[in-house]
């Protein structure tokens, strides 16, 4: 039997809800070579592997204690049999027939080491979910490649403009399997795909943004788990790329009366439900948010959990 020639892989974890509408979105792509599903199971407790199994996907499970960003993923790819991976959160759901095909195709370029899709929010996300992911670099709509060739090198860039540079999402991506074999995702507790991205520049390879390629995907933060995503953002920033994202009260302030701004224009012409409720939201929500981010920059949480790297997705 011959090798597809992409391989999905799938970290899950009772992800049941997720996958009955991720499998048949893949189900429909088409795509030259074809494509096989590669999932690892943290020991979920619901329909995951049953779902998993109907979709014909080879699964490993692993206890959940054993989950990593980076080294699960990696242990998931030795069983790949493709030339590209495709890496996916089980929560995405790619849109239209040809999500696959457009990040297989940037690799037409010899030189392209891995390639991220544009991911938008879901109709059915209440606004200020939406705004937070339209207003990420991974909504935009222009093409973006990016190398070395006229840096010198990742320590000639800022802090700010580093942080910018190795942007690499394992929401929706894909990277050459000959390549990843060479350089893995490291170990680390999150950030693994920012990570790669600065090791694969580094090395030479070419790192491509391919809007044509688009996914739905958003979280639903409270103003806690809000406060624990950007903490957590803040100190991956801090502490790999030396930039503190609110260094100041002063940036704070501003921070929040930007969100808040941002938040209020957006939902003044957005037509999604809950826009109403959206303005007495906003200033609680982007209040825990950007102050996350100023405890994340100054590392002021102690032990593990105050020194966690990353993004959580």
Known sequence: MSAPR??????TYNGADDLERLLPALAAQKVDGGFEICAIDSSSTDRTRELLAAAGASIEVIQKSEFRHGATRNRCALRARGELLVFLSQDVVPEGTRFLAELANAFA??????????????????????????????????????????????????????????RFNNVASAIRADVFRKLPFPDIAFGEDFAWAARALTAGWRIRFVPKAIARHAHHYSPAKAYERYRVDAAFHRLVHGHRLRPTLAS???????????????????????KWSGFLRSPILRGAQVLGQWVGSHGYAGGPRGEATGRMR
């Not at 973006?144 to 060739?149: A, E, F, G, W, Y």
């Not at 704070?252 to 809950?274: I, Q, W």
């Open 109 to 166: 370029d010899p030189r392209t080491a891995g390639a991220y899709g544009r991911v938008l929010p879901f109709e059915s996300d209440d606004p200020l979910t939406a705004r937070t992911v339209l207003d990420l670099p991974e909504a935009e709509e222009r093409e973006l490649v990016r190398d070395l060739d006229h840096v010198g090198g990742l320590h000639e860039l800022s802090g700010t403009e580093r942080a910018e540079f190795v």
């Open 252 to 274: 704070v302030a501003r921070g929040f009366a930007y969100e808040v701004a941002a938040d209020a224009r957006y939902l003044a012409r957005t037509e999604r439900r809950g």
């Open 6 to 11: 992409l391989s999905i892989l799938l970290p």
